[in-house]
């Protein structure tokens, strides 16, 4: 069954079941219906209707309800949920309506959604109710019956997105009979738990109910032999005289115009293609037959996608879209022709762009008729201008200008100023190709009915605070609230304050949410901010278990966590995490014990401030970053060693959203290795022995002090990620050995017999995303590390060590099964040291296509490898040398498939071998000519992207 169709059979069953249907809350006019729906967000219509004849005997208008105080209104609704925030959006709506809006209530959208505390929503169901508009408001009701009746896709993933989308199929006189509908079978038919399916009437064509019989388990294998069917024929489903979309293209004959960047405005596109290049979806569709009384037709045309009929309307209106895309470009002239090109039952349609010449700013005057504003912006100074002559003439350079205009204003006192009180007058100049600008500033005017005066600027009053919580308390200490409040008493309003202190309060973990509002004193200029703050409990525990897999080595693990959100009523985030794991280990012989435990406890404690000496206030205040201790001990026991590991750091941490990035500084980081215990088999093997002695495992073996600062750069933009690290250790201990430490015998510096590890370290990683169309995208990575040891290290520390393969690395070797350089491991219980290196580089790129459902699939190939700095001997080709180490680069292909949830991402990755640099025989060098499955194959599994 087609969407359409879907439709078609679900709104005629509601039609003949419920005619009449209406809201079920009551009221007796459009304040009163707009007060019952703001009251039922997240609460029962019964609830409601049990609360308003009270409310509305003593506030039946508006004006009544403007009257009154908060506490006032919140004695009526304290039985609903969110009382108060809901009982200050109320008197708040009240007095914005009589103020601007003469205590009616208005129909527009816009108008609506000014109204504090009403959304779009709330917006759609007073309009469709009292006004009778076709609306189609989504709450969670419809949201849940839309998704799960397959009304919608999942791309509809908004209540924006669902209605919309809904929209498009409901005849216009069933759409607001069609919110309700859709609300009362969610409420009591479709709930959100427990939904009574097997008395629901739809079930026969819910694709819910259809998912979960064990007919539908043959989807996705079905999905996957489609490939080889993909010349089925989609014709039978093309109507007569009519024509399969295939494909539609873009061009313009203005190079200066890139006629890519305007392929949203298209309306209509063919098929969706997995990788770019395969309508798998639209084969899959096709190998259905037409009736879809068969289940075997119905899953093939759920997995799949009907075919795209060409739609002549659709395809003008992209055109006219094209043209005023263009004419808002300042192409005044521009104009678009289609060209539709057929070839059988298919049409390939291509959107020519013919800009013309653009339009140039010739003079601008500003006029501001407000004095005191026209002070304040001095445009008089051309610097101070935002248009300027010569600029193109587009929408945007005018918009920004109002823009630019309004958030000067806005933080400079005029709390009332928007941009509609600027207004642009236009007129052709010396020749057609210029335009004169004239920019109007207006006066102030509250309303139609309002005289014109100058506009108002206002002072911040008083700043109050006010608990959110059911115990009425503020759980956070002054101090900490006043430094957190950038709102300031006796200064001007300013936009940019409101906007940080909303911030700061974002970053707190204490803190669930803040509502700021601000009241003026009648006939003044002054404002009382009054601050209304919510906290989160303070305690939370978490218990997670998970299974673990080592090199075939199964086991298990489990932690336990317990938080504090505001352990000093500072927003002080405390927790402690106990760990355990064990893991049964197989084939190590001459071992006495074959498992393996670890114990882990670990502590931090972080301040959402700067903290540290000489340090002034004003500075810390204007500081995003937080500040933290963490504390750890780690005990491993293995058949071959014990080792424990203590660490303590401190380090500072904050973000700067305008520009996507985030900041870390190690300001110290230490760590104590220390090994208790060796057993004397692995001893004599592999430490003692002269002929199997190898100086990276010796090394890695013995009691050590790691002390390093480091400092790391993140960014993401969507498009460009990058990340940068760089750490030293060793050097502050180094200039204390002089006088403090002891040169052992080897040459190395000791503390209290322990040596010290010194070397430098340094990582970058860069990942573009190239997106071809909504559903295909070309992912780029590279990486590359460096790390040397020097002074007091010969060698790395093994955690400070690289190592290639894996699934977030070159996809065709497994975790520290490549390198370095051309080294092929010998002893299978040590490779894990010895293929490790001082230098990585890794090259990737990866297709991603989604699929169906929530499967998205990928092709990939990967480059890379490891190489260390010095010659060791256990590590023969493995050295880095200019000119050897392009030939060293291993590569690897494959197929990805990766379950997208959203929230996370659980990965399949299956790779293999191209070009094996372990190898120098061409046959097993270039394995993707000689391909061996045993040898070349590699399965990987993990939990979000490579990169």
């Not at 088999?681 to 002390?707: P, Q, W």
Request: glycine share 6%; with cysteine; net charge positive.
């Amino acid at each position: 069954m087609t969407r359409q169709e879907r439709f078609r059979y679900i709104l005629s069953y509601f039609n003949s079941k419920q005619p009449n249907v209406d809201t079920e809350l009551e009221f007796g006019s459009a304040f009163q219906l707009l007060v019952a729906t703001l009251l039922s967000a997240q609460c029962t219509d019964k609830r409601i209707n049990a609360v308003t004849p009270a409310l509305f005997a003593k506030y039946p208008t508006a004006k009544e309800m403007a009257k009154a105080e908060t506490e006032d209104v919140l004695e009526y609704i304290k039985s609903v949920s969110y009382p108060n925030s809901k009982a200050q959006h109320l008197v708040d709506m009240a007095r914005m309506l009589v103020k601007d809006f003469d205590g009616e209530v208005p129909s527009e959208t816009d108008k609506l959604t000014m109204l504090p505390g009403v959304g779009r929503k709330t917006a759609n169901v007073v309009q469709a109710v009292w006004f009778g508009k076709p609306t189609l408001a989504v709450d969670t009701h419809v949201y849940r019956v839309a998704h799960r009746l397959g009304l919608v896709s999942s791309a509809a993933n908004t209540p924006l997105k669902t209605e919309q989308a809904l929209m498009k199929h409901i005849p216009t006189e069933l759409v607001n009979k069609a919110h309700h509908w859709l609300l009362l079978h969610g409420r009591y038919t479709c709930t959100s738990q427990n939904p009574k399916c097997n008395s629901c009437e739809l079930n026969s064509v819910c694709p819910k109910r259809i998912k979960n019989s064990k007919l539908n388990s043959l989807a996705i294998i079905i999905t996957f032999i489609i490939a080889t069917l993909y010349g089925c024929s989609s014709s039978k489903f093309i109507p007569t005289n009519e024509y399969l979309l295939d494909k539609v293209s873009i061009t313009s004959d203005d190079k200066h115009v890139n006629a890519g960047l305007l392929e949203p405005y298209i309306r209509q596109k063919g098929n969706s293609k997995w990788f770019s290049f395969f309508k798998i979806p639209l084969a899959t569709y096709s190998l259905s037959g037409r009736d879809s009384t068969k289940w075997m037709n119905r899953t093939l045309q759920r997995i799949g996608e009907k075919p795209v009929i060409l739609d002549t309307m659709q395809m003008r209106l992209s055109q006219e879209d094209l043209a005023n895309a263009l004419h808002n470009m300042g192409y005044m002239h521009a104009i678009v022709k289609t060209n539709v090109k057929y070839h059988g039952k298919k049409a390939d349609v291509n959107y020519t762009l013919h800009p013309g010449e653009p339009y140039y700013i010739n003079k601008v005057d500003y006029n501001i008729m407000d004095d005191s504003i026209a002070k304040i912006l001095r445009m008089d100074i051309e610097a101070n201008r935002g248009i300027k002559s010569g600029d193109r003439f587009t929408v945007d350079v005018l918009d920004n200008e109002r823009k630019r205009i309004t958030s000067i204003l806005l933080n400079n006192g005029y709390y009332r100023f928007h941009k509609d009180f600027i207004q642009y007058d236009a007129d052709s100049a010396r020749n057609e190709n210029d335009i004169n600008i004239k920019l109007n500033l207006l006066k102030y005017r509250a309303n139609d009915n309002a005289p014109i005066t100058l506009h108002p600027r206002y002072t911040i009053g008083t700043v109050s605070y006010k608990s959110g919580d059911e115990d009425g308390k503020l759980h956070l200490r002054e101090s900490v609230i006043k430094r957190n409040t950038r709102i300031e008493e006796g200064m001007p309003y300013r936009a940019k304050d409101l906007q940080r202190t909303y911030n700061n309060f974002a970053r707190l973990q204490a803190v669930r949410y803040t509502n700021i509002r601000f009241h003026e004193h009648s006939d003044t200029t002054i404002l009382d901010c009054d601050m209304q703050l919510s906290t989160n409990k303070p305690n939370t525990i978490s218990f997670q278990p998970e299974g673990t897999n080592t090199a075939g080595n199964l086991g298990a693990a489990a932690s336990l966590t317990y938080s504090n959100r505001n352990l000093f009523r500072g927003s002080e985030l405390f927790s402690v995490e106990l760990r355990g794991a064990f893991e049964a280990i197989k084939g190590l012989e001459g071992y006495k014990d074959q498992d393996y435990q670890e114990y882990n406890i670990e502590t931090k404690l972080q301040f959402p401030r700067f903290i540290a000496p000489f340090i002034s206030n004003s500075f810390k205040k204007k500081s995003r970053a937080t500040s933290e201790l963490s504390l750890s001990y780690n005990l491993q026991k293995r058949p071959e060693f014990h080792r424990r590991v203590f660490s303590a750091a401190w380090r500072y941490r904050w973000n700067d959203p305008n520009h996507h990035s985030n900041y870390r500084i190690d300001l110290v980081d230490f760590n104590y290795i220390r090994m208790p215990w060796i057993s004397p088999t692995f001893k004599h093997d592999y430490l003692d022995s002269v002929s199997n002695r190898n100086a990276i495992l010796r090394y890695n073996y013995e009691d050590l002090l790691i002390m390093k600062v480091g400092f790391a750069l993140a960014y993401n933009n969507g498009v460009n990620a990058m990340k940068a690290n760089i750490e030293t250790a060793g050097n502050l201990l180094h200039l204390l050995s002089a006088t403090t430490a002891h040169k052992h015998e080897n040459g190395q510096y000791t503390y209290f017999d322990i040596a010290y590890a010194q070397y430098v370290k340094g990582d970058f990683d860069f990942t573009h995303l190239i997106r071809f169309d909504e559903q295909n995208s070309l992912a780029l990575h590279f990486g590359l590390g460096i790390a040397y040891p020097y002074g007091n290290s010969k060698i790395l520390p093994f955690e400070k060590r690289y190592f290639s393969g894996g699934a977030n690395s070159v996809r065709g070797w497994g975790v520290r099964e490549l390198g370095p350089g051309k080294f092929r491991g010998t002893d299978g219980r040590i490779d894990f040291i010895n293929q490790t290196g001082d230098m990585k580089l890794d090259l990737n790129a990866e297709l991603r296509s989604h699929l169906f459902w929530k499967l998205d699939g990928a092709f990939f190939i990967d480059g890379g490898n490891i190489w260390t700095i010095r010659q060791y001997d256990e590590q023969p080709g493995g050295q880095f040398k200019w000119n050897e180490f392009y030939k060293q680069i291993a590569v690897a292909y494959g197929l990805g498939l990766r379950l997208n949830f959203d929230y996370f991402i659980l990965r399949f990755d299956l790779g293999m071998k191209a070009i094996n640099p372990a190898y120098d025989n061409s046959r097993e060098h270039y394995a993707i000519t000689h391909p061996k499955w045993h040898r070349d194959s590699q399965f990987h599994f993990a939990v979000g992207l490579p990169f």
